[in-house]
C-alpha cells in the first residue's frame, strides 16, 4: 500500500463509522465561522449519506473522501486521512 493508498483507507475507515464520522464533521464545524455554526445548531446528523442536515433542510455540511472522489489524487484533489468536508445547499 503506497502513502495514497493509506491516507485513503484511514478516511475511509472514518467514513464507515458513525461515531468517527461525527466526531470528524463536529470538528470541522466548530473551526467555522459563528454564522455557519448557526446554521448547524440543532442539526441532523445523517450518516447514510454523510452529512450534517441543518433544521431548515436547505444546508448539509458534507464529507466525502477528498473534493472530488472519482478522480484521481492531484495538487487540487488532495487525500487526507480525514477526508473532506464542505457546506452545500440542498
Known amino acids: 500500500m503506497n502513502h495514497t493508498e493509506h491516507k485513503e483507507y484511514l478516511a475511509l475507515k472514518i467514513g464507515n463509522s458513525k461515531v468517527e464520522l461525527l466526531k470528524v464533521l463536529k ?18 446528523f445523517d450518516f447514510n449519506n454523510k452529512r450534517l442536515v441543518s433544521k431548515c433542510k436547505k444546508y448539509s455540511f458534507q464529507w466525502q473522501l477528498r473534493p472530488e472522489p472519482n478522480k484521481p489524487e492531484s495538487y ?6 480525514l477526508g473532506y468536508t464542505s457546506v452545500k445547499i440542498n
Not at 27 to 38: G, I, K, Q
Open 27 to 44: 470538528d470541522d464545524l466548530s473551526c467555522m465561522n459563528d454564522y455557519t455554526r448557526n446554521i448547524f445548531k440543532d442539526c441532523i
Open 76 to 81: 487540487n484533489n488532495q487525500q487526507t486521512t
